[in-house]
């Protein structure tokens, strides 16, 4: 062997462990691919590269990051709390709402409306009347419907009111109105009367007729036709209709059945004058009206009395009429110049019969109604001369 061969550098294969030359690319036996000087040159930037790169970064999900920002957040609010804690005061850790998607409806505001004022009844001013002779304070308190003691007070006067002077002038307080009376569930005489008629129902068979159903029950075909409201006398099968018994013809052969007696009347409310009211010498006429209590039958009237109830005096009228309106007659006007207090009253009457002189005999046909007063005053006062 020679000395230039000998001092040949060599390289050995990684794979086999073959020698080859220093610049052998691959091995000869194995074919493995050994490394250059170029390929070095390219590691040795590589490597120059991967010195001079960033930080590393770490990457997180969403739901990570969210939930290591609430565990940082929980211990420093954590790390707040103990200190203020040691401190000796204590401050509760404000809640976070977190706003959801879903938009929360907000209540819309009740218009509160102010409170109605219930409105109150209005006290009229008292009334001045000059006294006149042979007034006292009875007389005065029923003239115009208040009591004597009212009187008293509101004039400041004694007890036993016994210093009345003619033309003194005293404050008469105004008399509480009457309140109207309830209203009833009373039928009128029409409804009342037919309320009050017995009947049966009876079902139309196929081969019967309204004459016959009429001669069998004994009631007129008017009648049946009434109380049905047909207008024609034609029925039929399987209709209902309402006989009336009560208005059966009579048989012959038995006594006349006794008329249904109407119900009674309600109490008549009087309407003019009104309760108190004064009639002076410049009034010719007073005119009396009530409220209908109904349509009147034949032989009933409307008992209409007056009386005069001032002292020492014991006149009365009474008269029957069958409007809903009295004219007192000018017979009944007082004659002096003393202002008289005349009570009426109006009630329903039936006429029965009548008496050996041939008048009429009248029966209570309902309710009396309220009494009421006014004054009336018959000729021109005097002039008195002054205390």
């Given amino acids: 062997m020679s000395p230039e061969t000998a001092s040949q550098k060599t390289k050995v294969c990684p794979t ?103 409105p109150t009844a209005t006290l009229l001013p008292p009334i001045d009347y000059t006294v006149q002779a042979g007034d006292n304070c009875g007389t005065i308190a029923f ?19 016994n210093n009345l002077v003619v033309g003194q002038v005293l404050k008469i307080p105004y008399p509480t109105p009457t309140a109207l009376p309830v209203a009833t569930n009373t039928l ?6 037919v309320a009050a008629c017995e009947r049966v129902d009876i079902t139309v068979q196929a081969d019967q007729t309204l004459s016959g159903i009429a001669l069998n029950y004994g009631v007129s075909m008017a009648d049946i036709k009434e109380f049905n409201g047909l207008s024609t006398d034609n029925v039929f099968t399987g209709q209902t209709l309402k006989i009336p018994l009560c208005r059966r013809s009579g048989d012959p052969n038995k006594p006349t059945p ?14 003019l004058p009104a309760d108190g009211a004064a009639f002076t010498l410049a009034n010719e006429v007073v005119t009396l009206q009530w409220a209908s209590v109904g349509t009147l039958r034949p032989g009933e009237a409307y008992q209409v009395t007056i009386e005069d109830v001032t002292a020492n005096q014991a006149r009365r009228l009474t008269d029957f009429v069958t409007d809903t309106k009295y004219i007192v007659p000018t017979t009944f006007r007082p004659k002096d110049n003393v202002a008289h207090v005349l009570r009426w009253w ?32 018959g000729v021109a006062v005097e002039g008195t001369p002054s205390p």
Wanted: charged residues 15%; aromatic residues 4%; hydrophobic residues 40%.
């Fill in 16 to 118: 086999c462990g073959t020698r080859l030359s220093e610049n052998a690319t691959r091995c000869l036996v194995c074919g493995t691919e050994l490394g250059s000087k170029p390929e070095a040159k390219v590691v040795k930037k590589v490597e120059r590269t991967v010195q001079a790169s960033r930080m590393p970064e770490i990457t997180l999900s969403l739901p990570a990051a969210l939930g290591l920002l609430a565990i940082v957040l929980l211990i420093g609010a954590g790390g707040i709390y103990a200190a203020l804690n040691a401190g000796g005061r204590v401050i509760e850790p404000t809640v976070v709402v977190t706003a959801t998607e879903t938009p929360t409806p907000s209540t819309t505001p009740t218009e509160t409306l102010p409170p109605t004022s219930i």
């Fill in 143 to 161: 003239l115009f419907g208040v009591n004597t003691q009212s009187i008293i007070v509101l004039n400041n006067l004694p007890v036993a009111c």
């Fill in 188 to 193: 009128e005489p029409a409804a009342a009367t």
């Fill in 258 to 271: 006794t008329a249904t007696i109407p119900p009674p009347y309600p109490a008549a409310n009087l309407l």
């Fill in 346 to 377: 109006v009630a329903s009457v039936r006429q029965t019969g009548t008496d050996e002189q041939g008048q009429p005999i009248w029966v209570a046909a309902g309710s009396t109604s309220d009494k009421h007063v006014f004054t009336w005053v």
